[in-house]
C-alpha cells in the first residue's frame, strides 16, 4: 500500500489568503486525486492532478480558485485561494493505480477566520 | 446520474450488537464499490472492496459486504460490534480500482457499553 504524507495536517488562515496544501507519496503512483470534506458532509472530488499538464476539474470547481500541480509521479499540491469561511474543510489527497483501490492521506484541515 | 445514499445518518448500537449500515448506489456502468472507514482525525482507511464474483465480501477488522446488483445495494454488516469500531463509515462507487470516488454521505457509528 501507498503511504501518503500531506502537509500541513491543519491551519487557520485569515480570510484572503491563501495556503498550499503538498501531499508526498513513497512510490510513483499513475493518478493523484483532491477531495473536500466539508464540516459534516461527505468527501467530494475537487480534480484529478495530472502530472505534467494542467488538472482536470470536476463541475463547480476552478482552477482560479484551486490551482493544483503535479510536476511528477510522488507529489501534488493543492492551493486554496482568496479564502473565505466557507473554504474551512478537510482536504484530502488520493491515490491511485488502475489495479489498485485508493489511499489516502490524512488530510489537511483548514480553518478559515 | 451517478450517486452514492446512505439513509442513515447516525446509527448508535451496543457493543456485541451485530451492525448493518446501509447503501445504495445509481451508476451507469459495472460499479466498483467500496467501503472506507474514518476515525476522528484521521484519514480513510479501505475495509473492503467488491468488482466481481462472490457477491458476499470479506474486508478487514471482521466486516463483511454483500453486493445486490437487483436492489442495486452494498450493505456493510458486522457480527459483533467492538467500541473501537466508533467511526464514520463511507460508502464509495467507481469506475474501477484506482478510477475517481463519488462518496455516500456517510453513517457515523456510536457504540455503547
Known amino acids: 500500500s501507498a503511504v501518503i504524507s500531506q502537509k500541513p495536517s491543519r491551519d487557520i488562515c485569515q480570510r484572503g489568503t491563501s495556503l498550499t496544501i503538498q501531499c508526498q507519496v513513497d512510490s510513483q503512483v499513475t493518478m493523484m486525486f483532491w477531495y473536500r470534506q466539508q464540516p459534516g458532509q461527505s468527501l467530494t472530488l475537487i480534480a484529478t492532478a495530472n502530472q505534467g499538464s494542467e488538472a482536470t476539474y470536476e463541475s463547480g470547481f476552478v482552477i482560479d480558485k484551486f490551482p493544483i500541480s503535479r510536476p511528477n509521479l510522488t507529489f501534488s499540491t493543492l492551493t486554496v485561494s482568496n479564502m473565505s469561511p466557507e473554504d474551512s474543510s478537510i482536504y484530502l489527497c488520493?491515490?491511485?493505480?488502475?489495479?489498485?483501490?485508493?489511499?489516502f492521506g490524512q488530510g489537511t484541515r483548514l480553518t478559515v477566520v | 446520474a451517478q450517486s452514492v445514499t446512505q439513509p442513515d445518518i447516525h446509527i448508535t448500537v451496543s457493543e456485541g450488537a451485530s451492525l448493518e449500515l446501509r447503501c445504495n448506489y445509481s451508476?451507469?456502468?459495472?460499479?466498483?464499490l467500496f467501503w472506507y472507514v474514518q476515525s476522528p482525525g484521521q484519514g480513510l482507511q479501505l475495509l473492503l472492496k467488491?468488482?466481481?464474483?462472490?457477491?458476499l465480501v470479506q474486508g478487514i477488522k471482521g466486516f463483511e459486504a454483500e453486493f445486490k446488483r437487483s436492489q442495486s445495494s452494498f450493505n456493510l454488516r458486522k457480527p459483533s460490534v467492538h467500541w473501537s469500531d466508533a467511526a464514520e463509515y463511507f460508502c464509495?462507487?467507481?469506475?474501477?480500482?484506482?478510477?475517481?470516488?463519488?462518496f455516500g454521505q456517510g453513517t457515523e457509528l456510536s457504540v455503547k457499553p
Open positions: 464509495a462507487v467507481g469506475p474501477h480500482q484506482g478510477g475517481k470516488l463519488i
Open positions: 467488491y468488482f466481481s464474483g462472490d457477491t
Open positions: 451508476y451507469g456502468a459495472t460499479p466498483y
Open positions: 488520493s491515490v491511485a493505480d488502475r489495479n489498485t483501490e485508493a489511499f
